[in-house]
């Protein structure tokens, strides 16, 4: 099967300029659909510890659909552009792809929390889910608070 597919960056207003060259470096690899600006949200303590305050999100929307495999292998490339894109072995991107299905908006981590509801999809690759689908995308109590603004949530259930 095969799903809209999406990436997520979480990024410092002064590393924007990091980003759009990201964006510009996908061209070779996927082809870019839209590209979402950032919605108000507070970001979490440790991702300002990583990359500093005046943090933005923003989400690139890929033209093709991709089945699951494609998504995992995407999470791999994405981790690749976060380490090439480090500063001081900090990360000035964090980069996650996400997809949505006929149940639920998803997003891949290499993060295995086990405070949160995670499935692992492979070796160092899990996915939660973050909006639950019922004729229409709705948060839940795992959605993180970049994806709970109602303008974030509109734009999805537009896709």
Avoid: C
């Amino acid at each position: 099967m095969k799903y809209r597919t999406f990436i997520t960056s979480i990024h410092s207003k002064t590393n924007d300029n990091l980003f759009e060259d990201f964006v510009s470096g996908l061209s070779g690899k996927y082809k870019v659909k839209d590209i979402w600006d950032n919605v108000e949200w507070k970001a979490p303590m440790e991702y300002e510890e990583e990359q500093g305050n005046s943090l933005i999100s923003k989400v690139v929307i890929l033209d093709e659909l991709l089945e699951l495999d494609e998504i995992i292998y995407l999470k791999r490339y994405l981790m690749n552009k976060e380490n090439e894109f480090s500063i001081n072995n900090q990360r000035t991107l964090n980069l996650n792809p996400g997809y949505l299905s006929e149940d639920g908006m998803y997003l891949l981590t290499h993060k295995d929390n086990t405070e949160r509801d995670r499935e692992k999809l492979t070796e160092g690759i899990w996915q939660e889910k973050q909006y639950d689908f019922d004729k229409e995308y709705k948060i839940n109590q795992n959605t993180f608070s970049e994806y709970s603004h109602r303008d974030r949530l509109r734009l999805f259930n537009s896709l």
